[in-house]
């Protein structure tokens, strides 16, 4: 279960940025192709955080879906795994335009 490492991760820099100050939440942007379970990593944040001063905050994760352009015809699609060619030529020369996000996007901060 990687999801407990990228935690862990996540936690780490997390309380760098906050250095000390309450956190209520945080955001995180998360591309399908990172093959990440929101739900798996918002119950595994609960257990790093867990005796941690981030006990009790939420982690809020907004999940990006993933996008494709055709090189040859410009076409832009969701990729899923039904489709990875085109649906307009059948050209199998995609270039990811969306999907390998994983970012920390906001941190929301409780009043001290
Ligand atoms: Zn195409």
Redesign the pocket.
């Known amino acids: 279960m990687h999801e407990l490492s990228i935690c862990q991760s996540i936690v780490d820099a997390v309380e760098r940025h906050a250095a000390g100050r309450p956190v209520r939440a945080v955001h995180l942007t998360v591309g399908a192709l990172r093959q990440i379970v929101p739900d798996t990593l918002t119950f595994c944040w609960e257990l790093v955080t867990e005796a941690t001063p981030l006990a009790g905050s939420q982690l809020v994760v907004d999940h990006v879906a993933a996008v494709v352009r055709?090189?040859?015809?410009?076409?832009r699609q969701t990729l899923t795994e039904m489709n990875l060619?085109?649906?307009?030529?059948?050209?199998s020369?995609?270039s990811i335009v969306a999907g390998e996000e994983f970012l920390i996007t906001t941190l929301e901060l409780a009043e001290a």
Not at 70 to 75: A, E, F, G, I, K
Not at 85 to 91: L, N
Request: hydrophobic letters at 25%; a negative charge.
């Open positions: 055709c090189l040859p015809c410009n076409r060619v085109c649906d307009v030529c059948g050209g020369d995609l």
